[in-house]
């Protein structure tokens, strides 16, 4: 395997997170998003989406964050990423997607770039805008895990897709200056998260291509 990815993109730190939950320490080959890398033909020839992440394999390229996840998941099934049970599967994949599909397209860069060429956003109003979904959407998500009995992880003794999800998640509200002072759950959980060497080491500010923000 070769993992294409940035230092600080949600979705490569969601897959760096899965990687070292299952012990797998594929090579990295940056693909510097401000630079505009992953425009490159080469690149996109590998991912025609032009985003990181990118997985090669014996199989092909995969693509999309959630799916490599579940591609490692289904060829290294341990530890499992998802509870048991069908009910319990379903749930951990609707919090991991009211993240991935309705918080975090609406702070990528390719959006904020274009909220600030075509509508002349400023610094000021990008960062409210990321407040006002990525704090939103963080909300949702406390509800959701309310929902659940209370457990050292979202969805029983062991950190899954949830917290794959939720940990970069919430990097991302810190760089943008969400208050997630209200949010108990979530706060609990990215502490018992972070004391983990699987969450600490895929951490942005510790990967090979990291630069000062």
């Given at each position: 395997m070769t993992f294409h990815g940035y230092f600080r993109s949600s979705a490569a730190y969601r897959c760096r997170i899965a990687f070292n939950l299952k012990g797998i320490a594929p090579p990295l080959v940056p693909v510097h998003l401000r630079r505009g890398e992953q425009r490159a033909e080469a690149y996109l020839a590998l991912n025609p989406q032009g985003l990181v992440p990118a997985l090669e394999t014996q199989e092909g390229a995969l693509t999309q964050s959630l799916a490599i996840i579940e591609w490692l998941d289904e060829t290294h099934p341990e530890p499992p990423l998802l509870p048991a049970g069908a009910a319990a599967r379903?749930?951990?994949?609707?919090?991991?997607?009211?993240?991935?599909?309705?918080?975090?397209?609406?702070?990528?860069?390719?959006?904020?770039?274009?909220?600030?060429?075509?509508?002349?956003?400023?610094?000021?109003?990008?960062?409210?805008?990321?407040?006002?979904?990525?704090?939103?959407?963080?909300?949702?998500?406390?509800?959701?895990?309310?929902?659940?009995?209370?457990?050292?992880?979202?969805?029983?003794?062991?950190?899954?897709?949830?917290?794959?999800?939720?940990?970069?998640?919430?990097?991302?509200?810190?760089?943008?200056?969400?208050?997630?002072?209200?949010?108990?759950?979530?706060?609990?959980?990215?502490?018992?998260?972070?004391?983990?060497?699987?969450?600490?080491?895929?951490?942005?500010?510790?990967?090979?291509?990291?630069?000062?923000?």
């Open positions: 379903a749930r951990a994949r609707a919090f991991a997607l009211a993240i991935c599909c309705d918080i975090h397209p609406l702070q990528n860069l390719r959006v904020l770039a274009y909220l600030k060429s075509t509508f002349g956003a400023d610094q000021a109003a990008l960062d409210a805008w990321c407040q006002r979904w990525i704090g939103d959407g963080l909300a949702a998500c406390e509800a959701l895990l309310a929902r659940e009995p209370v457990a050292p992880f979202a969805f029983g003794e062991r950190p899954g897709l949830a917290e794959i999800c939720l940990i970069p998640q919430m990097f991302s509200a810190d760089r943008f200056g969400v208050d997630v002072s209200g949010l108990p759950r979530l706060r609990a959980l990215r502490a018992a998260c972070e004391a983990l060497p699987a969450f600490a080491d895929a951490h942005p500010a510790r990967q090979p291509d990291a630069e000062a923000a």
